[in-house]
């Protein structure tokens, strides 16, 4: 069973930094790209970033652009998203997901149990 | 950026009964890229439905998509305690890959 484990998050001030993690076992993690979603209190869900299996390409969204870094340890079978210069419309629950493919595209699955994060002075 | 928008924002319906949660896109999804998630507080969002019609492994049969080109539906029939939650549709067909805002099924 894949299974997604995070750690990191809490409360921070506006202009602060947090790291969020998200440990993978149960698949070979250097296989998988793999993703950062939010969901903004009141909202639904927002992807973050992606960063492709080997590390070498990433994506972000534009609200988070420059502020954020999406990474990964293979060695470790660990996701990381160092963000930066947080604001208060950061705060959420953030989830790491797989992003499976397939001949009939690629979806997110599965997702790490959330991390809330706080920014709030 | 492909927008998705979901309908209802809320909908109610008393268990054993059937619901129809709709998602419409602002252009043409190809290859029916579109899938459906479950979403309950507290809890990792669940994979349901991939390719707009085919259940992901696991999935009761009871919960079923269909829609092409932009307009999706899901349809839960007979529904259980269980399935009240929030449901989400989500297109992998451009990037950035976009969520719709959501339904919230709740016990009427």
């Known amino acids: 069973e894949v299974q997604l484990l995070q750690s990191g998050g809490g409360l921070t001030q506006p202009g602060g930094s947090l790291r969020l993690s998200c440990v993978v076992s149960g698949v070979t993690f250097s296989n998988y790209d793999m993703n950062w979603v939010r969901q903004v209190p009141g909202k639904g869900l927002e992807w973050v970033s992606t960063i492709s299996a080997t590390g070498d390409t990433t994506h972000y969204a534009d609200s988070v652009k420059g502020r954020f870094t999406i990474s990964r340890d293979n060695s470790k079978n660990t996701l990381y998203l160092q963000m930066s210069s947080l604001r208060a419309d950061d705060t959420g629950i953030y989830y790491c997901?797989?992003?499976?493919?397939?001949?009939?595209?690629?979806?997110?699955?599965?997702w790490g149990q959330g991390t809330p994060v706080t920014v709030s002075s | 950026e492909i927008v998705l928008t979901q309908s209802p924002a809320t909908l109610s319906v008393s268990p054993g009964e059937r619901a129809t949660l709709s998602c419409r896109a602002s252009q043409y999804v190809s290859s029916n890229y579109l899938a459906w998630y479950q979403h309950k507080p507290g809890q990792a969002p669940r994979f349901l439905i991939y390719?707009?019609?085919s259940r992901a492994t696991g999935i009761p049969d009871r919960f079923s998509g269909s829609g092409s080109g932009t307009d999706f539906t899901l349809t839960i029939s007979r529904l259980e305690p269980e399935d009240f939650a929030v449901y989400y549709c989500q297109q992998y067909d451009s990037s950035p890959f976009t969520f719709g805002q959501g339904t919230r099924l709740e016990i009427k």
């Open positions: 997901a797989r992003r499976y493919t397939s001949s009939w595209g690629n979806w997110l699955d599965p």
């Open positions: 390719a707009s019609s």
